[in-house]
């Protein structure tokens, strides 16, 4: 009799979720992570964007399920976690971007999504303030969302622990072995567990986990450096992206919480890869002209604190979610590239129909986008 | 409430000339004043609401640490205490959220941020930052300085009164505020130093750059040796209605009072009998503010004796074995509530008193503002600390420790500096609490002409024995800390010791008269307006008890030490050596008015101010297992302003009352920035619009 049926490693954005759904199923559920309390690995450094407007297929349906449980989450169970659904906006200056983004709108219009092309006028009813000089227009998708990511964590792991889920903190994982049947023994440096499946939800760690697990997962952290302002009245409700690539960084995006604080981030280029989290001296400039660039009235505003947090990369953007091919009973859901909050719960409830069915929720030739084994030098995801 | 008029001590300066409007009435602040400093001298307490709860929001740190004091300026929203005002500045109160300006121009471009090189970097232009550069400078080396007010000299600013220590190391005798201004002197003297004022350090980076921004410019500098000399912050209390505006730091009252000559309070109370607290209550009578007394939860103060007596003399009791309970009122305090405690500081029920007062001083100690000294570490870089920002001690050690550290650097850097073997010890005596009491001894008497010294406690002091021509003054024992003894009896009543014991522990006896009577010299630092020749006073001893009346003879400036009257009375010849001083104060203003009018219970006691999260949610937390503060940042404790500064070892008071072991207590992760700055700043545009 092992000790527990699941052992999920890493209570983070995707271990949480995972967690409470696999306790809501009446599965005998442990999470081990090395960090003192939930969330404290890369959800405390997402900025909180929840969208579904992506190019691949397997992402927009799994993030239409995430958004449902963001959603619904505090009629049905009571926390308020700061959901709101203020829309994705992508503003665009470039005739390239808008022949780019119009291009996708047939695929994300026949998964079902709302999104649409704006005017320059109309998006400047959506982003009242925004620059308009040289404004095309852009996308804009109502139905997207933000949320808290620290209340998320904290509202999964309450009910997962309700729902009879044990969790063990400050436990790092230093190997897992399959023992007589198909019993897994998972060993931390303060525990040891056994299980009939184990779960690699490592996040940044993911391809540590894995090679416990005997295989070598594509997963390359990389940092993206954010801020947060003070409080002001707020002013526009969605998220922003800006796709242009500018001297020193990609695309950079930001939204306005409810509290009135101002959430930014950008993409650096070239990527800084590693595993460091400490902030530099180069984000607050590069990414306070962009905020202004676009948005001339932030001037005036304060940044309050900044941080810097990983991206577990993948060769194409796209994350890995499955099974193992030779090794029965081993599930991996790690490479999220930075959108591990908002694919997180839409991936939990695949996962768990995965274990308790053996079956995803979405169409399976859908979810084999996620496959470990699919050709990673097929086009990569447009809107990273 | 106002303005100080006539200060015993401080140049009063310039009149308020300039017009600025606080929510559509017109007022008038002086050149350079701070907008909440001028706000308070015209009767502004209330800057705002918070946005979570509508509690009114005042005066805290008066230091740019909190934000507290935040208002709209010419529609922008701006720490009041750090902005000064400009003529014609339209400020409005800060009412919940604050909305940015709406039509703004789209930028023209960027200056780049620009990157200074230099040897070294001090952040805190103090006692000990300033030491340290004197000490680097000789050497040729290239020094920064910054610092966030508009003048050098860090909290010495603040000091009317004269420094102990030890006349040779640290100035011992001269009044903080004149200290100040002879180093800041000493420094102009090097062109390789260079001294960036209102400029706040906000953030060190990995790359190993500190980010330094002030009103038109934020800059990043890379040094290769980097100190930290940027003081201490005050600790907070928790209590019901501590979040009351008119419940604030000793520190941010006497930056009020003595840097900006601003009267905040008619009548107040302070909690804390350690220096800074006794300092301060003595601070406000000189300011002429009514001191209901001094609260001490300790069977004993904490500070120097000598400082508690001078307050005494004056009319201030000091009430020890007592805490703060309540704080009432509705927009601000009106009552404070104290009681009485037993060993284990466990309230005793019905010892409570309330007195009414307008204001209540927190002095309950401080803590080194050292987290950019963590960060710098962490990254590797070649980083000092010195002053408080190292350990809590008394300026006169922050002196001493910034030499310590300033030769370190420079050995650092590669050039020879010598560190006197001894140095270590006379750093460690400097900092020395407060030694053991002893009886005050028999002087002599014998010509009828005598010093009396009523120093009665180790503490680092040495100028009285420097200062007497006839040499009839000697240290016992240790040569700063022992006790100063009269050991001749040779005295020519040139009353030089009287003027410059900081203590003002010395009278000088004269009953070489015929007659009844006797005559006694007393050092004296209030108003000369409050006592005048042919007065009759009450004459009180070191402890302020009442003697006998005493007619004021004569009341004469002791030069040099200028702003020090010695007071002569004339008292019957055998009390004469008894008397220490006057009292000023009446005794009715510390009697008790009435019953407590708190309503806060503890459970509500807001213990995040910035986010206004109360002591049941955290504790509810607490007992549901969290161990890690950076989980309590769901209730959204640390998230605000001060990022935890203030809250954070307030947290960990409920822990330890929740009986949890602080050592499985994590605390809050630190980030950059310690204090908000505009993206525009941070951008490179430069205000007025003149970019390029």
Known sequence: ?384 | MGRITEHPILEVGPKAGIPFHFNGKRMLAKPGEVISSALFANGITIFGHHPRDGSAQGMFCANGQCSQCLVIADGVPVKGCMVPVQGGMKVTACEGTPALPKADTAPAGFEPIRTIETDVLIIGGGPAGITAALELAPHGLEIVIVDDKHRLGGKLVLQTHSFFGTVEDCFAGTRGIDIATNLAREMEKYPNIRVMLNTTAVACYHDRKIGVVNQKEYALVSPRCLLIAAGAREKALAFPGCDLPGVYGAGAFQTLVNRDLVRPSEKLLVIGGGNVGLIAAYHAVQAGIAVVGVVEALPEVGGYKVHQDKIKRLGVPVWTSHTVKCAGGGDGVETVTVVGVDESFTPIAGTEKTFDADTLLVAVGLNPVNELYDQANRFGMEVYSAGDASEIAEASAAIFSGRIAGRRMVRSLGKSAEIPGEWQRRWEVLKSKPGATYPLKTQATGSGLFPVIRCVQEIPCDPCVHICPKDMIKIEGDPVLGLPQVVKDECTGCRLCVAVCPGLAITLVDLRGEGPDGLVVVPFELMDSVVGVGDTVDAVDMDGNFITGAEVIKVAEAKPYDRTLLITLKVAREKAAEVAGLRVQDASISEPSGAETCACLDDEIVICRCERVKAEDIREAIRGGVRDLNQLKTLRCGMGACGGKTCEALILGLYRDEDVDLCDVIGFAKRPLVSEVTLGLLAGERPGGETG
């Open chain 1, 1 to 384: 009799m092992t000790s527990h049926d699941v052992i999920v490693i890493g209570a983070g954005s995707v271990g949480l979720p995972t967690a409470f759904f696999l306790a809501q199923e009446g599965v005998r559920v442990l999470v081990v992570d090395e960090l003192p309390s939930p969330g404290q690995g890369q959800n405390k450094s997402a900025i909180g964007g929840v969208r579904a407007t992506h190019s691949d297929p397997a992402k927009i349906q799994t993030c239409q399920l995430s958004l449902g449980v963001f959603s619904e989450w505090k009629d049905r169970y009571g926390d308020d976690i700061h959901f709101r659904q203020g829309g994705y906006c992508f503003p665009v200056y470039e005739r390239e971007h808008e022949t780019s983004l119009k291009d996708l709108l047939a695929t994300q219009k026949e998964h079902g999504l709302k999104i649409d092309w704006l005017d320059a006028a109309d998006l400047i009813g959506v982003l009242p303030g925004v620059n308009p000089d040289g404004l095309r227009g852009g996308t804009y998708s109502p139905e997207d969302g933000n949320v808290s990511p620290i209340l998320a964590a904290k509202a999964f792991y309450d009910r997962a622990v309700e729902q009879g889920a044990e969790f063990k903190f400050e436990e790092k994982v230093i190997s897992i072995k399959k023992e007589s049947g198909s019993a897994k023994r998972v060993k931390t440096d303060r525990g040891s567990y056994t299980a009939e499946k184990v779960v690699n939800a490592a996040g940044a760690g993911a391809r540590e986990v894995g090679r416990m697990m005997g295989v070598d997962l594509p997963v390359v952290p990389d940092s993206h450096e954010a801020g947060v302002t003070e409080p002001v009245e707020p002013f526009f409700m969605p998220m922003v992206v800006d796709i242009r690539g500018l001297p020193g960084s990609t695309n950079f995006y930001f939204y306005q919480e409810a509290t009135g604080h101002l959430i930014f981030c950008l993409t650096p280029e070239p990527p800084i890869p590693g595993l460091n989290r400490d902030s530099t001296s180069d984000f607050l400039p590069q990414a306070s002209r962009r905020l202004i660039k676009l948005f001339p009235r932030l001037r005036n505003i304060r940044v309050r604190r900044v941080w810097r947090g990983l991206y577990p990369m993948t060769p194409d953007g796209v994350p890995i979610v499955g099974t193992l091919r030779d090794s029965d009973g081993f599930y991996i859901a790690v490479g999220f590239c930075g959108q591990g909050l908002m694919l997180g719960p839409g991936v939990a409830l695949n996962l768990v129909s995965l274990i308790t069915t053996g079956q995803p929720i979405i169409p399976g030739g859908i979810f084999e986008s996620f496959s470990l084994y699919r050709d990673y030098s097929r086009p990569s995801e447009a809107l990273k």
